[in-house]
């Protein structure tokens, strides 16, 4: 298992910008050219910050919009190193690339496809000399491979700030081959194409999945070591990723796909199966989340995918599926639009099927968050007896489940990638000063030792996993071969996200082993929700069912720290609701 960075990270910072002017690049594309200030290197509220860089020709900043107009009330909280998301009721954010940076004439200018609707494409439409705009970022760059015989560049019109910054600044001297689905033959840029270069238009739909599916599949392949970068609609990418990793055999670092917005799809009519599935009003069913993990585990969905038409009876055969279990299952997979056979030509994936071949998205039905889904049916006896669903699901806390457990610690992993852009303010603190040597441990290990390089820090790196954990970690972190695979004495000792799998006994274990070897520690842990995800009460809960506490907080943390013998100097705050408890041994 092996995962290269293929980002650089930058630090988080708010900054305010006014337009300057507002140009027709096309009948379709509007360019909002801002500047100020705020590009440069600055100080507000006492802190400085760096000047703005995006090096990445596919970058994106977070632009700050509000519902009610006050956009004061939406901003974040800037910190000394980072982006707190306090609550914000009318907060809309939307991502947006800048399309081109200039520093020397401190401007910025993005472009937006002129679509009708969309809070930013509003904002942009109304938008005057020395009207404001706040954003944040970006928080990283891609890398693109040094040695690389040609690029192919794939979009929709959303991506031609994007396609034309890369032909314009060339951060790879190969040839370049473009695609571009536009909904209007006014969509159409002039774009920088040298010798050697090709450009097809592609006159379709918005979000048109088999028309961009079948331009990427007649697009010659070049000889040589090749790159494709896509960015369109997301739903509409899914074929094209399965496309180039399934049958042209592009590995994951040669290939960049992202989907830049999502289509709302209308309501589907109630169906017979659907309004029986449905329990009391305004409660959903757990039954389609039952079915999409059935139909994954299976191997239904693939299958479906592999071979478009086959039968019920051909489709059990394919699967091994004795008796009448899958012609039991389609009928409501039919109804969740997971597969379809709309005419009787045979079995076809349905948008949910599309959807559920990104890795992405069937993580929610087969890996570590949808077991800890499955363990809430033991919610109420474990706040009974106050212990962990996790725990009464499985006979062994989370801690000891994913101790040999290669492939659910390589999830843990994973998650912790986000990581990586809110260590700058750990990195930067003083505690690093004479430090040489530092013992890692916690699933976030391989985010910490990229945040130390990034930051310039070398010390003597530690780490104290064991078994299946090492391995893990050895195929995530940078230069692997200069790393002590083995526990030991060292000047700091940093767990990164060690706390956030274990239970309050196994945490104090811990941090008791940590005093043995250290006299200062430091624990990074979430303390409370992502102030930006919808999705910040069901965090919670899901931490609760892995270790039958809530996400802990300062107050939580000291205890753990004083019943192991240390105590807490201070906290520092790293953004996103993370924050970097550093203890001394008591």
């Known amino acids: 298992m092996t995962s290269q960075r293929a980002y650089t990270t930058h630090p988080l910072v708010l900054r305010r910008v006014t337009v300057r002017r507002v140009e027709a690049v096309t009948p379709r594309m509007r360019r909002v050219v801002l500047g100020g200030e705020d ?28 519902a009610d107009g006050d956009v004061r009330a939406a901003l974040p909280a800037q910190l000394p190193h980072g982006i707190e998301w306090t609550p914000a009721e009318h907060r809309l954010t939307r991502d947006y690339t800048p399309r081109r940076v200039d520093l020397d004439a401190g401007e910025l200018h993005l472009d937006f496809v002129v679509h009708g609707d969309g809070p930013a494409e509003s904002w942009s439409a109304a938008a005057r000399e020395g009207d404001e705009l706040w954003f944040v970022g970006p928080k990283s760059s891609l890398r693109l491979p040094e040695r690389l015989d040609w690029i192919q560049l794939v979009g929709d019109e959303t ?39 090709t ?139 997971v597969v379809v056979d709309a005419d009787g030509s045979g079995l076809r994936l349905g948008a949910a099927g599309e959807e559920l071949l990104d890795d992405h998205e069937r993580e929610e039905y087969t890996g570590h968050e949808a077991d800890l889904v499955l363990a809430l049916a033991h919610l109420a006896p474990a706040l009974r007896d106050g212990t962990s669903a996790w ?107 060690a706390l956030a799998y274990r239970t309050d006994e196994e945490a104090v274990r811990l941090l008791t082993r940590l005093a043995a070897w250290t006299g200062t520690a430091v624990l990074v842990e979430a303390s409370r929700p992502d102030g930006l995800s919808p999705h910040a009460a069901e965090a919670a809960l899901h931490a609760f069912t892995a270790t039958g506490s809530p996400l802990r907080d300062s107050a939580a943390l000291a205890v753990l720290a004083e019943r192991s013998g240390w105590r807490v100097e201070r906290i520092v705050a790293l953004g996103w609701g993370a924050e970097a408890t550093v203890l001394r041994r008591a």
């Open 159 to 197: 991506a031609l700030p994007a396609i034309g910054r890369f032909l314009d600044e060339r951060p790879l001297d190969v040839p370049a081959h473009v695609l571009v689905t536009v909904s209007d033959d006014a969509a159409r840029q002039e774009l920088a194409l040298r010798d050697g270069d």
């Open 199 to 337: 450009v097809t238009w592609v006159l379709t739909e918005p979000g048109d999945a088999a028309a961009l599916e079948s331009a990427v599949r007649a697009l010659p392949v070049p000889a040589g070591e090749g790159y494709v970068w896509a960015a369109a609609e997301s739903r509409a990418l899914l074929p094209v990723r399965r496309y180039l990793q399934r049958e042209r055999k592009l590995s994951k670092d040669r290939v960049n796909i992202t989907g830049y917005w999502h289509r709302e799809e209308p309501a589907a009519p109630e169906t017979e199966a659907t309004a029986d599935a449905a329990p009391a009003p305004g409660i959903p069913s757990p039954l389609p989340w039952l079915v999409a993990r059935a139909a994954l585990q299976l191997g239904v969905v693939d299958a479906v995918a592999d071979t478009p038409g086959l039968s019920s009876g051909a489709l059990a055969a394919r699967l091994g599926v004795p008796g009448p279990g899958i012609a039991v299952l389609l009928p409501l997979l039919a109804a969740y639009d």
């Open 39 to 66: 590009l440069a290197a600055f100080t507000r509220d006492g802190i400085g910050h760096p000047g703005f860089a995006a090096p990445g020709f596919d970058d994106h900043i977070k632009l700050i919009l509000a």
């Open 391 to 497: 725990r009464l699901a499985s006979g062994a806390t989370l801690h000891d489940t994913v101790a040999d457990d290669a492939e659910r610690y390589g999830e843990l992993v994973d998650e912790c990638e986000q990581l990586v852009f809110l260590l700058t303010g750990l990195t930067a603190d003083p505690l690093w000063e004479g430090v040489k040597t530092c013992l890692l441990t916690g699933p976030g290990s391989a985010s910490m030792v990229s945040a130390l390089d990034d930051a310039g820090r070398r010390p003597r790196l530690r780490i104290a996993e064991e078994g299946a954990a090492a391995e893990v970690l050895r195929g995530h972190v940078p230069a692997p071969d200069r790393i002590d695979w083995t526990g030991g004495p060292a000047d700091v000792a940093v767990a990164a996200k």
